[in-house]
Structure formats: structure tokens, C-alpha cells
């Protein structure tokens, strides 16, 4: 009896075991299930969050060259048809203001054609108010009466003929007049011109009062330029205008200060070509070899830009090529290192010393 119900019980006991084991096993699996939910709802909560978006558009990179020149500047020629000496009135580092003097010619002919004309123009005006006073007036006649001795006044208009006459003389004055008065403003010009003042306010950077009348050279005279103000004046080709337009932002790095970067605005485009910048930026003309040998450090700079903002992988690998073979006729033996694509500058070596030796011969024949 007593191992029976010892064998019972013990049956009993794993059945109790086993439905805890079940209940504990079911609420772990439906705890799980309310954390992961939860979980999921937080997830769907944060990914789901509203944000404010503006409209924009791709940019693309487009290099450009150019030179920095003052923002505002004025070049004053010497014009031997203002006269046959000219004395500047500013020296340099002066500071001038629009409309200062700052070139005086000799006036002493234009002064005396300007009175001349003048003289000449009041002739002129003495003579049709002499004609308007005295020209057209009706006549008096007195005629006295022999029997009694009365006088009798008697006043003639004037003819009709005489009338005509005095017009066309007085026309022809007033024509002549207005000749006299065409000369005394043409004299007028050309005695103001014999004095140039500024366009621009800004500094003199050059004077020159060294100057040979008869050479057939142009001769500056004054150079005034703008301080603090500078703009870059470049060259483009057709295939850039689709990718720029005025008031863009731009980048600006320098050859003399490789390390720091400016920032502007495009600020005007041309619409005329420059036929002189098309014929040098031709690489198949005989002048761009020999500028590849006159002036490397100036082309391997401009190609480490454009391997910096590279237009196409393809473009890449070429100016790299170019900028290996700049480098080697500048005898620069750190290129490698200075190259921002340091791996590509290694590979490319071997081409870029190709590329200089077909450079030395084209110049070569050049020649």
C-alpha cells in the first residue's frame, strides 16, 4: 500500500511540474512578445518623424582659370592728339577721388583756338544786332513849301524788296552765328581734353612722365587701381556655359597662397569670344608646348586643382598624367606627396615621364 501511494504521488508531482514548467514557459513567450511590439512601436515611432525640407538642385564642378585684378582700375594712355606734351598732376600712392585731375596736356593751342572761336563768334553777334538796330528801318524825308516856307515830314516804309533783301541778310547771319557757336564748343572739347580726370576712386599705382611723343607704342601715363576689392577675370569654353550662370557661388585658390580658399560670386559672362584665350588654350598649337616647358609649376598647379574637383574619372587619370609630367620639367622630386591622389600619382609616373619627352620634342620643332 505504502509503495503505491508513494508511486502515485510521485505521478501526480511531475504533472504539477510539468503544467508550471508549460504556464512559465507560455508567459515568457508572451512577455517577449508585448517587449518586441513595444519595440516595433517606439522603431515606427522614430522613423517616422516630420521634418521641414527646402528645394535644391545637384551641383556640378566646373574649373576655371583667370587672373586677379582689381574690382575697378583705369589705364590713361598718352594721346598725341591732345597735345604734344602731357604732365601727370598725381603721384604714386596718392589717394583720388571720381573726377580728380590727373593728367594735364600742353593747352597752350587749344586755348588759342578756343579764343579764336570765341572771338570769331561774337563778330558775329555785333554784326546781326548792328543789322537788327540799323537794317530795316523806313526812311523820313522833309520837304519844305516854297510859297508859305512850311516843312512837311514825310516817312517811307520799306519796299518790299528791301524787306527780302534785310531777311536774307539777317538769315544768313544767324547762320553764320551758329557756324561761329559749332567751333567755339568743338574748341571748348578739345581744350577740356587737354585735362584727364578719374573714372574710378582708388590709388595711383603708376605714373609716368617719361614719355616719347613720337613713338608708336602706346604709353601709360597714370594707372589708378581700387584696394581691398579684387575680381578674377577668366576664360571659359562653350562647353562650360551650360553649367554656369551669373550669381553662382564659387571657390577661388591661388598659386601664391596654395593653402587658403576665397569664396565669390560670378558676377558677368561675356557673350563675345576671346579669340586670342581660344588660340592659347589650343594644346595642339606649337605656343602651348613651349608654355609647357616655360612655365611647369603653373601647370602643375592647375592640374592638382582639377585632380582635386575632377570632372570624370577619365578626366582624373589624364590630368594626372599631365601633372606628373609638369612636375618632372619643374624638377619637383616631392610631387607624390604634394599630389592629392597620392596612389593614382605613383601609377601615372611612368606616363607623365612619356608625356615629357613628347613635350620636349614638339617644342623642339617648334622652333
Known amino acids: 500500500m505504502s509503495r503505491r501511494s508513494k508511486s502515485s504521488m510521485s505521478k501526480k508531482t511531475k504533472v504539477m511540474i510539468g503544467a508550471a514548467a508549460a504556464?512559465?514557459?507560455?508567459?515568457?513567450?508572451?512577455?517577449?512578445?508585448?517587449?518586441?511590439?513595444?519595440?516595433?512601436?517606439?522603431?515606427?515611432?522614430?522613423?517616422?518623424?516630420?521634418?521641414?525640407?527646402?528645394?535644391?538642385?545637384?551641383?556640378?564642378?566646373?574649373?576655371?582659370?583667370?587672373?586677379?585684378?582689381?574690382?575697378?582700375?583705369?589705364?590713361?594712355?598718352?594721346d598725341s592728339s591732345k597735345g604734344s606734351s602731357a604732365k601727370a598732376t598725381v603721384a604714386v600712392g596718392d589717394q583720388i577721388t571720381t573726377g580728380q585731375q590727373l593728367v594735364q596736356y600742353d593747352s597752350t593751342t587749344a586755348q588759342a583756338t578756343y579764343d579764336t572761336a570765341v572771338r570769331g563768334l561774337n563778330k558775329v553777334g555785333r554784326q546781326i544786332d548792328h543789322l537788327k538796330k540799323y537794317g530795316n528801318l523806313p526812311t523820313t524825308s522833309t520837304t519844305t513849301n516854297d510859297e508859305t516856307g512850311e516843312e512837311k515830314t514825310v516817312t517811307q516804309q520799306p519796299t518790299a524788296q528791301q524787306t527780302a533783301d534785310y531777311n536774307q541778310q539777317l538769315q544768313d547771319l544767324n547762320d553764320a552765328y551758329a557756324d561761329a557757336q559749332a567751333e567755339v564748343n568743338k574748341a571748348q572739347q578739345a581744350l577740356n581734353e587737354t585735362i584727364i580726370t578719374s573714372d574710378v576712386s582708388g590709388t595711383v599705382v603708376e605714373v609716368n612722365n617719361d614719355i616719347d611723343p613720337a613713338s608708336k607704342n602706346s604709353q601709360t601715363l597714370v594707372h589708378v587701381a581700387t584696394e581691398g576689392q579684387l575680381q578674377v577675370k577668366g576664360t571659359l569654353t562653350e562647353y562650360d556655359l551650360a553649367n554656369i550662370k551669373t550669381g553662382q557661388n564659387v571657390k577661388i585658390k591661388s598659386k601664391v597662397y596654395p593653402d587658403k580658399e576665397w569664396t565669390g560670386t560670378i558676377s558677368y559672362i561675356s557673350n563675345y569670344p576671346n579669340q586670342t584665350a581660344s588660340s592659347e588654350s589650343n594644346g595642339s598649337s606649337n605656343t602651348m608646348w613651349k608654355q609647357y616647358l616655360k612655365n611647369p609649376k603653373g601647370f602643375a598647379f592647375w592640374r592638382k586643382v582639377c585632380m582635386e574637383y575632377p570632372y570624370s574619372k577619365k578626366r582624373m587619370i589624364l590630368d594626372c598624367i599631365h601633372y606628373c609630367s609638369s612636375s618632372q620639367i619643374a624638377g619637383n622630386k616631392r610631387y607624390i606627396q604634394e599630389s592629392p591622389r597620392k596612389l593614382l600619382t605613383l601609377f601615372c609616373t611612368p606616363l607623365g615621364w612619356i608625356l615629357t619627352s613628347i613635350i620636349k620634342k614638339k617644342a623642339k620643332e617648334a622652333y
Do not use: D, I, R
Not at 519595440?39 to 538642385?57: F, I
Open 23 to 78: 504556464f512559465f514557459v507560455l508567459a515568457g513567450g508572451g512577455l517577449m512578445l508585448v517587449q518586441q511590439s513595444k519595440a516595433k512601436a517606439a522603431n515606427a515611432e522614430v522613423s517616422y518623424k516630420a521634418v521641414k525640407v527646402t528645394e535644391g538642385t545637384v551641383s556640378s564642378t566646373t574649373l576655371l582659370t583667370g587672373q586677379v585684378k582689381a574690382l575697378q582700375e583705369q589705364y590713361v594712355y598718352f
